[in-house]
């Protein structure tokens, strides 16, 4: 069994910095793509940003020039830089990545718990 764990969220003010990190443990196959998605209130989850094996990113437009995601394959993990926060990226972040089973050639779903994110002066 794969597990993603999150740290780094919390409280910032408004124009403040976090930096969010996930790791993958367990029984690892092979992690691919790797991401950060956010779920505010009463809001369906929605991407923020990811990253694949080999380092190329996709960002929402509402995080682009904020957030930066970086990954360190070695050690199963990624991060997000969210710099200039906003009141409305308050939500709880959770992270996500796909575990590549070679031997059935099935790609495994994984999902972190979530990590409370709140900017607010």
């Known amino acids: 069994q794969v597990q993603l764990v999150e740290s780094g969220g919390g409280s910032v003010q408004p124009g403040g910095s976090l930096r969010l990190s996930c790791a993958a443990s367990?029984?690892?196959?092979?992690?691919?793509?790797m991401g950060w998605y956010r779920q505010a209130p009463g809001k369906q989850r929605e991407l923020d940003a990811s990253?694949?094996?080999?380092?190329?990113?996709n960002y929402a437009d509402s995080v682009k020039g904020r957030f930066t995601i970086s990954r360190d394959n070695a050690r199963n993990t990624v991060f997000l830089q969210m710099n200039s926060l906003k009141p409305e990226d308050t939500a709880v972040y959770y992270c996500h990545a796909y575990d590549y089973e070679v031997a059935t050639y099935r790609y495994l779903e994984l999902w972190g718990q979530g990590t409370l994110v709140t900017v607010s002066s």
């Open positions: 990253i694949t094996r080999g380092g190329n990113t």
């Open positions: 367990g029984r690892i196959f092979s992690i691919n793509a």
